[in-house]
T-cell receptor, first 114, second 116 residues
Framework: DTAVSQTPKYLVTQMGNDKSIKCEQN?????MYWYKQDSKKFLKIMFS???????INETVPNRFSPKSPDKAHLNLHINSLELGDSAVYFC?????????????FGPGTRLTVL | SQKIEQNSEALNIQEGKTATLTCNYT??????LQWYRQDPGRGPVFLLL?????KEKRKERLKVTFDTTLKQSLFHITASQPADSATYLC???????????????FGKGTHLIIQP
């Protein structure tokens, strides 16, 4: 009964390929996010979706395209992968309400681009 | 946008002592501040949230203070144990008021090592 799950956990691929990461949450939250944690462990938000609607797109190249088929799922598709895309990608969810935005994170997907 | 600084990248503490981690921020005053724990190879896990009108919050061996004048939060672990070794992240709402699906801005974290 994992709260936020991601697949795959590891992803190794060649430059130029297209790949997807899937995320699902069973917490009944209405907001989901993608964060990127680089090699220096700096965790930065990429996207935010609320009730399937894109809320935040933080200066992310348009090679990254999130898709939310329903409130419980938020997938991340990456086109034309580059070396600099190597990082750990975390999905998170939260219950949107005033004055709280506690994030529940998935286990992460370690992407390595060769 | 909010900028967050956490003290030193690594902090070594003797088992049984109190570990104190610092989080300083700039720009606007946030409605709340959160602390997370991250273990290697895992996602961050929420520990505590403290609101702007609260001076102190406790949870078991954890204590958080929030000084909106100094723009600083202190995170204390009393009677520290080797199992407390992890990276601790400070986080603030990205929006002025918090909430609203804006997500969080995270500090780079402090790697805490509790030595037996």
């Amino acid at each position: 009964d994992t709260a936020v799950s991601q697949t795959p956990k590891y992803l190794v691929t060649q430059m130029g390929n297209d790949k997807s990461i899937k995320c699902e949450q069973n917490l009944g939250h209405d907001t989901m996010y993608w964060y990127k944690q680089d090699s220096k462990k700096f965790l930065k938000i990429m996207f935010s979706y609320n009730n399937k609607e894109l809320i935040i797109n933080e200066t992310v190249p348009n090679r990254f395209s999130p898709k939310s088929p329903d409130k419980a799922h938020l997938n991340l598709h990456i086109n034309s992968l580059e070396l600099g895309d190597s990082a750990v990608y975390f999905c998170a969810s939260s219950r949107t309400s005033a004055y709280t935005d506690t994030q529940y994170f998935g286990p992460g997907t370690r992407l390595t681009v060769l | 946008s909010q900028k967050i600084e956490q003290n030193s990248e690594a902090l070594n503490i003797q088992e049984g002592k109190t570990a104190t981690l610092t989080c300083n921020y700039t720009n606007y005053s946030p409605a709340y501040l959160q602390w997370y724990r991250q273990d290697p190879g895992r996602g961050p896990v929420f520990l505590l949230l403290i609101r702007e009108n609260e001076k102190e919050k406790r949870k078991e061996r954890l204590k958080v203070t929030f000084d909106t004048t100094l723009k600083q939060s202190l995170f204390h672990i009393t009677a520290s144990q080797p199992a407390d070794s992890a990276t601790y992240l400070c986080a603030l709402p990205r929006g002025d008021s918090g909430g609203g699906a804006d997500g969080l801005t995270f500090g780079k974290g402090t790697h805490l090592i509790i030595q037996p």
